[in-house]
């Protein structure tokens, strides 16, 4: 090595340079401890997360429904005061665009939930849900229950550790929504794919019951079901004129069903 070029060597690792190298190599090291550290607390984190749920899993209740049998068809107009009777469509029935826009027809289908955990369930009822005690039951004319019921309102009950219930779900939506989702689904419900979310469009009735139990900072599951069915058919030849869909050609399958979407479970409620 020439004398310059020693000078040179001499001159960059001078105390000032590596000091400067020392610094970033301390820094470098000390990033790197701070990833690790952040990955393990991440870890960490998880592990105490999982174990939460897990101990929320053993002590919870688990609402699942076994058996919905096929709607009850054909659909019914909404009662026009409060009563426990259902007023059902007959196919001489019609509806004239924009006149019978707000006129409302209803679903009814029938779904035994049964809670298969070890704790009390508390189940929150979507709008149109009544428990009853058996299937093809309707709720009493006198009950209070069946006042709010009647008006909307969500109603709840409790179901025990292997206790099961029956529920009533009737609701529907107005003559023009129904239309809407007639050429929506093109008068269809065969082969539609459920699309998650409680405002997702469906060729019928979307019904979501809620479920908690008694303890903070617990769970909180979705349980949604479906009631597909078209109430009404355009009458041809006309395209404000509908009449009620009280029968068609074939199995009522491809009229009327009831679709389990299933459960969804989320934490820290």
């Not at 149109?128 to 009493?140: A, F, L, M, S, T």
């Not at 939506?173 to 539609?192: C, D, P, S, Y």
């Not at 599951?221 to 078209?230: A, F, M, P």
Request: aromatic residues 8%; contains cysteine.
């Amino acid at each position: 090595m020439s004398g310059r070029t020693a000078g040179l060597a001499e001159g960059w690792l001078g105390s000032g340079n590596v000091t400067a190298w020392a610094t970033v190599l301390l820094a470098i090291g000390a990033l790197a401890a701070l990833i690790l550290n952040a990955r393990t607390l991440r870890a960490a984190f998880a592990g105490v997360q999982e174990s939460q749920r897990a101990r929320i899993d053993a002590r919870a209740p688990r609402v699942v429904i076994v058996e919905a049998p096929e709607p009850t068809w054909p659909a019914a107009r909404r009662q026009s005061h409060v009563t426990g009777s259902r007023w059902a469509l007959s196919s001489a029935d019609t509806f004239d665009l924009p006149g019978a826009a707000n006129k409302q027809l209803f679903l009814t289908a029938y779904v035994l939930l049964h809670n298969e955990g070890a704790s009390s369930a508390f189940v929150h009822l979507p709008v149109g849900g009544i428990p009853v005690w058996d299937k093809q039951v309707r709720p009493d004319d006198a009950g209070i229950e069946t006042f709010d019921w009647s008006g909307q309102v969500r109603l709840s009950c409790r179901i025990g550790p292997g206790e099961s219930q029956w529920v009533l779900i009737e609701n529907g939506h107005t003559v023009q929504r129904w239309a809407e989702l007639w050429r929506m689904f093109n008068g269809a419900i065969v082969g539609v794919e459920p699309a998650p979310g409680s405002a997702a469009a469906v060729p019928g009735v979307r019904f979501v019951f809620e479920v908690t139990d008694q303890f903070t900072d617990s769970f909180h599951d979705e349980l949604t079901v479906d009631v597909l069915g078209l109430p009404i058919t355009p009458i041809e030849g006309s395209t404000d004129r509908w009449q009620a869909r009280t029968f068609v050609n074939g199995p009522l399958a491809s009229t009327t069903a009831t679709r389990i979407i299933g459960l969804r479970r989320t934490y820290g409620h």
